[in-house]
């Protein structure tokens, strides 16, 4: 069974740093891209970040270029998000999303709510 | 940057009617690659629809959709009280891979 674990959401200051997890479990890691998705409370859902599976493309949205970065690690099957120089703006819930065929998510964690705030 | 605008913004309806949700891009989606979402409350998105037109495994066939190039549509054909979400299409053709605001279906 394909899981997605998100991890290390919480109440950050703003101008603050946080690092997001996902842990990735019942298919082969290693072999798919991966995605950021994070959703505002009560407003849609954005795109965040995605990576390829060897860490060779990545790609942000414009509203994260610059303070967040995404990576992982296919041997601990973990999937990050660096955040930087956190905004009140950042405050949302945050998915992880295994990217399939030509880039939809077909499997999606249950989300990291992070909240910025003075 | 292609922007995805999806109508009408709320549809009031009741179990058992046909539904036809809209997604137009500002821009031509290279291979069709638009996906379609579910998502109800404090939950994650759910999968229905990629590639514009492929029911993600274990979909009910009451779910359909097509389109190409910048018009797209998702149609539910009988609605069950379950139906009753947020839908969202988004795009991967290009990055940034945007999303849709959304339409909700709410019960009348």
């Known amino acids: 069974e394909v899981q997605l674990v998100e991890s290390g959401g919480g109440l950050v200051k703003p101008g603050g740093s946080l690092r997001l997890s996902c842990a990735a479990s019942g298919f082969a890691f290693s072999g798919y891209s991966m995605n950021w998705v994070r959703q505002a409370p009560g407003k849609g859902l954005e795109w965040v970040s995605s990576?390829?599976?060897?860490?060779?493309?990545?790609h942000y949205a414009d509203s994260v270029r610059g303070r967040f970065t995404i990576s992982r690690d296919n041997a601990q099957n973990s999937l990050y998000l660096q955040i930087y120089s956190l905004r009140v703006d950042d405050t949302a819930v945050y998915y992880c999303?295994?990217?399939?065929?030509?880039?939809?998510?077909?499997?999606w964690g249950q989300g990291t709510l992070v909240t910025v705030s003075s | 940057e292609i922007v995805l605008t999806q109508s009408p913004g709320t549809l009031s309806l009741s179990p058992g009617e046909r539904v036809t949700l809209s997604c137009r891009a500002s821009q031509t989606i290279n291979n069709n690659f638009l996906s379609w979402y579910q998502q109800k409350p404090g939950q994650a998105p759910r999968l229905l629809i990629y590639d514009a037109s492929n029911r993600a495994t274990g979909i009910p066939d009451r779910f359909s959709a097509g389109g190409s190039g910048t018009g797209f549509a998702l149609t539910i054909s009988r609605l069950e009280p379950e139906d009753f979400a947020v839908y969202y299409c988004q795009q991967y053709g290009n990055s940034p891979y945007n999303f849709g605001q959304g339409t909700k279906l709410e019960i009348k």
């Open positions: 990576i390829n599976s060897r860490s060779t493309y990545i």
């Open positions: 999303a295994r990217r399939s065929g030509g880039g939809f998510s077909d499997y």
